[in-house]
């Protein structure tokens, strides 16, 4: 009798779960277990997600081929109402929308109608990721709107704590309809970060057993299991780019030519610049704010 009871339950475990948008996630919880153990560095996250954005794969809610129900696609899919987009044989099994995306790029299985959904991810589903606090943000990590509703990916800080770049698949009525990269100031309230270009709050979020530490909001830009993908000479307070890694600034601290501590004031006078940032009034300001103003430094 013990037995046949033991059965029932193991078979209610493994019923399918629903998805809050875009599908249903038809995993067991084996497999999702076994998919969020999975180690992967947040330079590899972010290297499959740049595949996509490369490719300026086109947003579907269904796998290659494959009927795609969101009517907002209809107009580039024509009358059969399916998938028909770049074809690859890595991503073909896999949902072309936000979360499809983020379980491509975080190398998740395919599961159900091409990955996860949104509702699976952290902080509506603990099985594959974890919140974190925004200023911790690293490559690779993902923010998870609020409401449930969209999931993109950080690819790295311009100013710490403030600007960043991210990768998302917009949606079918975006100007841009495919994976694509932004620029973005944001606000950051604990877990919760505010997303200027989105209009919209996310938590920030971060794969079980991604092989890449905190870091983000300050000092620790970044831990050294990512790459640096800043560029030579990109420094913090306490670490600098060099030859593609993080190294501790002191090695050679005369290396550093886009100095981002903005935590402290702006001693080199007006109209100097870096790449990302311009000195003014004092003060580090991203440089977008007044382009023209750049008169020297490196990045002038």
């Known amino acids: 009798m013990g037995v046949v009871i033991m059965k029932m339950l193991r078979a209610l475990l493994l019923v399918p779960c629903f998805a809050v948008v875009a599908a249903a996630c038809t995993v067991s919880s084996e497999d999702t277990t076994e998919s969020a ?14 595949e996509w954005v490369n490719a300026k794969l086109h947003y579907c809610q269904a796998a290659y081929g494959a009927y795609d129900g969101d009517t907002a696609c209809w107009g580039w899919e024509g009358s059969s109402h399916r998938c028909w987009r770049h074809s690859n044989p890595a991503w073909n099994k896999y949902r072309s929308d936000c979360s499809g995306f983020i379980s491509w790029a975080w190398s998740l299985p395919a599961v159900g109608s091409g990955g996860y959904v949104t509702g699976d991810f952290a902080p509506f589903g603990g099985s594959i990721s974890h919140t974190i606090s925004g200023g911790n943000l690293a490559p690779g990590d993902a923010l998870n709107k609020t409401n449930n509703e969209h999931i993109l990916m950080f690819k790295h800080w311009i100013t710490p704590g403030h600007s960043a770049v991210f990768m998302e698949e917009p949606g079918c009525s975006s100007s841009m309809p495919y994976a694509h990269e932004f620029t973005s100031h944001v606000t950051i309230s604990g877990s919760k970060v505010y997303i200027d ?98 008169t020297s430094g490196p990045g002038s």
């Open 37 to 50: 153990g999975e180690d992967i560095t947040g330079a590899t996250m972010v290297s499959r997600g740049e």
């Open 197 to 294: 270009y989105e209009g919209a709050w996310f938590y920030a979020i971060r794969k079980n057993g991604k092989n890449a530490g905190g870091g983000g909001g300050g000092d620790n830009a970044t831990t050294s299991a990512d790459a640096c993908n800043h560029g030579p000479g990109y420094c913090t307070a306490t670490l600098q780019c060099d030859d593609g890694h993080w190294i501790v600034r002191q090695d050679d601290p005369h290396a550093c030519t886009t100095v981002v501590n903005v935590q402290e004031p702006c001693d080199k006078g007006p109209g100097f610049c870096t790449s990302t940032l311009q000195c003014e009034n004092g003060h580090w300001v991203p440089r977008w704010d007044d382009p023209h103003a750049c």
